[in-house]
Structures are given as structure tokens and as C-alpha cells.
């Protein structure tokens, strides 16, 4: 997959796989400071010696944190459209947190283009199907269908999209 593509060309690519991010490390420096950020200070979270008697063996990062990691796994692998001027974050149709993501694991996320769509004169709307994949675990962390906008200005917009 191309690191840029055209805004013409998003439609070549609906219905592929069009990233996989790189592996990021989660570890308990990063869930303490996700559980400082939100105040949710659940102790499956942040007190590893309580945890260990839990059935995950230790601490799990939030849900939420693991979903927040989307936005950098996109930056990451996602190609960039030329025309953009600004993308936004629209919302999730569906979420499920499939299984815990341990403290001192890895992550990365796959993310399928399954829509675009323009709306008005500067704006496409991209929908994603992502799966976050935690390294060396069969069960995935979470998967979604994410929905973002991407902005640009509207002369440059496809007439044959």
C-alpha cells in the first residue's frame, strides 16, 4: 500500500486492508498515566500485587486506552490523502473488547477500508474496520468499525467519485 494516495483514488481501495501498524508496547508506566488521565484507578489496573490474584495474573490496561492507541496505529500505517487539509475523528458504529491486554504487551492494529463516501463539498467520510491484535495472543483485544472525516478543499473534489 502507498504511504499517500489521491482522493480519487480512496474508492481503488474500499473493501482492502490498507494497514498494519507497527507494534506499540503497553506497559504499566503507560496504563498508570491512562488511569491518572480518566481517574479510574481500578486496581485490576493500577495495583500489580493485588492483580496478580485476579484471573488475568496481573494488571490489564483499560479498555479505552487500548482503543485510544487507534489514532497513532492509523497515523502509523494508514495512507495519508494529498488533498486532506484536516481529518476528524466521527465516532464508532461498534466496539467490542474482545480480550485484556496485559501490562508489558504488545499491540498493533489492521485496518480495513470499508466505506468512503463524500459528504457536501469538502468532506469524505472513510469507514474503517479495525482489529487491534495484542502479539502472540489468538484472540484479538478489540475490533470496531471506526468512521472518520477527512476535510479538503472542495475544488479538489473528485467529479467521477
Keep these: 500500500m502507498p504511504s499517500e494516495i489521491s482522493l480519487s483514488d480512496v474508492r481503488t481501495i474500499v473493501g482492502t486492508e490498507v494497514g498494519v501498524s ?3 508496547m503497553v506497559d504499566q508506566t503507560m496504563i498508570n498515566a491512562f488511569a491518572d488521565a480518566t481517574d479510574d ?3 485490576i ?9 485476579t484471573v488475568f495474573g496481573g494488571t490489564i490496561a483499560h479498555g479505552f486506552l487500548t482503543l485510544s492507541l487507534l489514532s497513532a496505529m492509523n497515523f502509523n500505517c494508514v495512507p495519508k490523502i494529498r488533498e486532506q487539509t484536516m481529518g476528524v475523528n466521527y465516532g464508532f ?3 467490542r473488547f474482545m480480550s485484556p491486554v496485559k501490562a508489558g504487551t504488545r499491540v498493533r492494529g489492521g485496518f480495513k477500508l470499508a466505506e468512503a463516501r463524500l459528504r ?3 468532506m469524505m467520510m472513510l469507514t474503517y ?3 487491534v491484535e495484542i502479539e502472540n495472543e489468538r484472540k484479538p483485544a478489540l475490533t470496531a468499525t ?4 477527512t476535510q479538503f478543499d472542495p475544488k479538489d473534489r473528485p467529479e467521477d467519485f
Design 129 to 131: 474496520e479495525v482489529t
Design 41 to 43: 484507578h481500578q486496581f
Design 120 to 122: 457536501g463539498a469538502g
Design 45 to 53: 489496573h493500577v495495583d500489580p500485587e493485588r492483580a496478580k490474584e
Design 93 to 95: 458504529d461498534k466496539i
Design 22 to 24: 507497527d507494534w506499540i
Design 146 to 149: 471506526w468512521i472518520t472525516i
